[in-house]
């Protein structure tokens, strides 16, 4: 909008008294010499040249004139060229300093640094309380063994143990030292009594001998004349021991047995071997008796039933069935335990005083009757067993 036109917009409601506005106008520009009359603006005739050197400008204008000049805002023009950057100015001063802005969020983590050197040693904390037990680890290898400890005291001897069962009888370890041998007052002739090995018996109907002695594999090998045998005179033989048994209180003879092995094809016309008691029986002024068991006169069990030849079988003297006989007359008003009425070894206690005790010897014996082939074994007293071996006698425990 031009000049003209927003002085027009202006003036049309009413007369615009330009008079003063050209007086001011005039008399600021050194006087004028014609006044602009409201007709002439009215008419629209009034022009840059009605106005003194064209030189009308705004600031000329009243205050209220001014302002009644301003019009509508026009349209925002284009925007110019942006111009050129002007020189850098000075750097202000600097301002103080705002406050504190919020901590941003952290950062991503940066990679690790190198290792630091190791700080100095700290002082050990205080002692945690133990923890409960793991599990046990793998048993490590076996280390070295170790010194032996010192010996600890005896223990407490713990009880007996059951007696086990008797085992074989072992081997000699020497000749036999145990006196036992021929009792030469007691022998007549020239028997023979020997230590040898076996014999072994058969059993009824075998070929084989595989029947073996009591104890071990030896006994005692006997052959004694008789007189129904070869020879010109009946013989007699002690085998026996003198030492072992004096003073043995006959009483206390509780066990008293052996076995013989009869080499013959019959007994018919032999006599067996026999167990004597040379003693002091204490009875009737006698001081020397012989005590005589008769195994051809004994019953069973203590002679075996039925008897058999070319094997091993046990006479027992105190079994029932036992018969002795005493070679001194032990009671004068009887005739009981004398070699024709022969007696258990009972009744010949009863007839010995309370002192009578062996004296002599204890011996294996064959009278002056029939002959005898064979051999003995095992002759037990008591507690005691005597074996007779190769080697010689050997005590055992029964």
Known sequence: MTLRDRILKVVRPRTLVLGAVVAGTAAASAGAATVITGAQVRDGSL??????DRSLSVRELSTSTRDALHGDAGATGATGATGATGARGATGATGATGRRGATGRA??????????EAGAQGEAGAQGETGSQGPAGPQGETGPEGPAGAQGATGATGATGAQGAKGDPGDPASLSRLPWGVIGRNTIGSPSAYFRVGPWGRTAGAYAATVAPPLGDGSLGLHVEGVNGTGSSAEKLAFGDETTFADLPVRSIAALSYWVYAAEDVFTGHSLPTLSIEANPDANGATYTTLVYLPDGSAAPS????????TWQKYDTQAAGNRWHSTADLDPNTTLCQIANPCQFSDLVAQMGANARVSFSLAVTKGRDNEFTGAVDAVRVNDAVYDFEPEGVFARHA
Not at 47 to 52: L, V, Y
Not at 107 to 116: D, K, V
Not at 303 to 310: L, N
């Open 107 to 116: 950062g991503a983590q940066g990679e690790a640094g190198a290792q630091g």
């Open 47 to 52: 022009t840059g040249a009605d106005i003194r």
């Open 303 to 310: 002679a075996p039933s039925p008897r058999s030849v070319g």
